[in-house]
């Protein structure tokens, strides 16, 4: 009887390639005409927005710009601090060998340096440093036997975990809200100043969608409506959402990357025409990744027993997920004034972002190291020099345990400062404290050798085999290798051998082997 072959489809995602690099920007701020004369810049700011990624052959397109903030004293002004915006173009060509048009693509980018450098009172020079990540990846999919029938055949199976996708998307949620002000806070001005941070973000599998909800943490400063004297204030505004995916499960193991891609603060009147309101909107983008962990047979060698059979092999690797965790901690630093630096009299606000510097993976835990940089708004008792800000490098490192992680396994790092808060204790000290989110997920390239196809091979010259032999295992040498070398079944050596545990074969064993064909 003919040789018949069952086989199946093995789909898999495959990192086509990565780029890494740092985009160098430069321009100039121009003071509006209704603005007055810089004396000093107090505080810079850039948030990076992509409009537009294209890919294509080996490339990606990259176009955007940077949204930065400035927050300065005036010469001569009639207010204690002023703010004014603008934006340097971001167009850039990412090259990334081996992708195509086709492929999927992922692009993170985040302001690494930003310079306001005061050229005269009426320019600010800009420079700025954005670092930019892009992956991309495409799916590859291979016939792999899965079977035999007709001939006397042996196969190695290998049970293998694999990931079958099932559904990527980019979505968005649209925020809208209304901060009303607190008894005791004056009236709105215009605003100087906002920081949103998403917090308490929670992510469920549904069937058919994914449900995300969490918090937009806000934190508004504005100038008053009598004096500009900056105040803040601080909010939690709920949101939730669904993404729609085909093929979701509650089982479906899901990634989703939350961001706030734009967000609008603006001063509004409330019911008494009085300027007390905030309207808050805010669009957050989410990019959803959706697989399904599957534990897959492969047929990894094959060999007759009775005929010459060639088993045709690939070798493929491909990504598994280890595991991924959310890991919440808590910085607290105290703070001191420096040389030049003036006299707290009172905290208006504190913010901060964190910058990832290195990430190491060991048995079963993930190492992360970073830097909180802070920023802290205040009030100085000096009337030339009223508003202050202080910046502050804060370093951590933190041992998050993931079971199943090893060393050389690839480890992305999310970090998100929920909350940053600042406390005085006396004018020259205060106390900063904050709440870091790290979300880690950690993969691992699972390489194997898969069989394509069975070639059925004429006998170079009849083989004279006697009926038994003593075989010595070698070391290294494993049951099926001994079986396959002198065409017998893996069973039957462990029958004739009275062997009940095949694992504790041992280098110069002695087997008797009986030849024939299945028993």
Known sequence: MALEMTKDTMTWKQRKGTHHSRILLEGDMIVPDNRPDVAQVLHCSGTVRLDEVKSGEEKINLTGELMVRVLYRAAGGEKPVYAMTSSLPIQEVLYVEGMTAEDAVNVMAETEHLECQLINDRKVGLRAIVEV???????????????????????????????????????????????????????????????????????????????VRGNLRLTAIYGTEENGMPVAVEAEIPFHGFIEGGGITPQTWTDVKLTVNESEVRPAVNDDGETRNLDVTAVIGAELKAVDHTEQEMVTDAYGLESCLQPKGEKVTFPVCVGMTRSRFS?????????????????????????????????????????????????????????????????????????????????????????????????????????????????????????????????????????????VVQDGESLWDIAKKYRTTPERILMVNDIENPERLFSGQKLLILRGGRK
């Open 133 to 211: 990540w892009a992956e991309a990846e495409g799916s590859k999919s291979l016939q792999t036997v899965s079977g035999a029938q007709g001939e006397a055949v042996e196969l190695l199976r290998k049970k293998v975990l694999t990931e079958r996708p099932v559904a990527e998307k980019k979505d968005r949620f649209t925020v809208k809200h209304t901060v009303s002000l607190g008894a005791d806070q004056p009236n709105i001005g215009e605003m100087l100043h906002q920081v949103l941070t998403l917090s308490d973000t929670d992510i469920r599998a549904m069937d058919g969608k994914v449900a």
């Open 331 to 471: 910085l607290k630093e105290g703070v001191s004034l420096e040389n030049g630096e003036m006299p707290m009299m009172q905290a208006v606000a504190a913010w901060g972002q964190v910058h990832t510097e290195d990430v190491t993976v060991e048995t079963d835990a993930v190492n992360v190291e970073g830097v909180l940089q802070a920023e802290i708004l205040y009030l100085s008792a000096d009337d030339d020099a009223a508003v202050c800000v202080l910046q502050r490098g804060i370093p951590f490192r933190q041992t998050v345990e993931v079971r199943g992680a090893k060393a050389g396994d690839t480890a992305c790092v999310r970090s998100i400062a929920e909350q940053v808060d600042f406390r005085l204790m006396t004018e020259t000290e205060g106390e900063l404290r904050a709440q870091i989110l790290l979300e880690i997920l950690v993969t691992a390239m699972e390489e194997t050798e898969v069989v394509t196809d069975l070639l059925e091979m004429p006998e170079e010259t009849p083989e004279k085999r006697p009926s038994a032999v003593i075989c």
